[in-house]
């Protein structure tokens, strides 16, 4: 008798596999049926559910950040300018609030070719950086880090980490460097779209 390679318990030789007489074939397809497009039905909504815009990121809970920030891979550092948001800040009072005032002074970044990158602000521009791929502080997994020279007035003891979680859509995690490595919160930038 020929066993199947995977599990010796499994014959490919034998008597065809009994069906319940309560069930038919019919019953037996329909079933099967039913369960790919139920599994196909929940993958396509989940695909069609995740965000894929900033708005759609103000609406997630910290827990929510967290499981798109996990799994998403870097990605490239973008080029051009990023439309900002921030998303929540955790040592705030009112996060939700303090993230909401934070979003109407700072509007992204634009970056350049070579991963540097300036602030946007409204009516200006301030307060250069560096992107490069790094690993995070949060799971020691690959980011985007992005970084400022010291003594950058604000933004100098910050750190920031991004991960690419939809195509132009990058999720960060911010952080204090100093005196020691602290979660400050959650920012998103998204490429702007260049069609005419």
């Not at 939809?166 to 959650?186: S, T, V």
Request: charged share 20%; aromatic share 10%; glycine share 8%.
């Amino acid at each position: 008798m020929r066993l199947c390679p995977y599990r010796a318990r499994f014959p490919l030789d034998g008597p065809p596999m009994q069906i319940p007489s309560r069930w038919s074939y019919r019953r037996v397809l329909v079933v099967l049926a039913v369960g790919c497009m139920m599994t196909f039905g929940l993958d396509r909504a989940s695909a069609q559910d995740a965000p894929h815009t900033l708005r759609a990121l103000k609406k997630l809970t910290l827990c929510e950040l967290d499981r798109l920030f996990d799994p998403a891979p870097a990605g490239q550092i973008p080029v051009g300018y990023t439309r900002g948001q921030v998303l929540v800040m955790v040592d705030a009072k009112l996060p939700k609030l303090q993230a909401c005032f934070a979003s109407t002074i700072w509007r992204g970044k634009t970056f350049d070719a070579d991963g540097s990158y300036i602030n946007q602000w409204p009516g200006f521009e301030a307060l250069r950086g560096q992107a490069e791929l790094g690993v995070s502080w949060h799971d020691g997994k690959p980011c985007l880090v992005l970084g400022y020279p010291d003594g950058t007035p604000l933004f100098g003891n910050l750190r920031d980490e991004l991960r690419e979680i939809a195509p132009g859509l990058y999720l960060a995690r911010l952080y204090d460097r100093c005196p020691c490595p602290r979660f400050r919160g959650y920012f998103a930038i998204q490429v702007a779209c260049t069609c005419r």
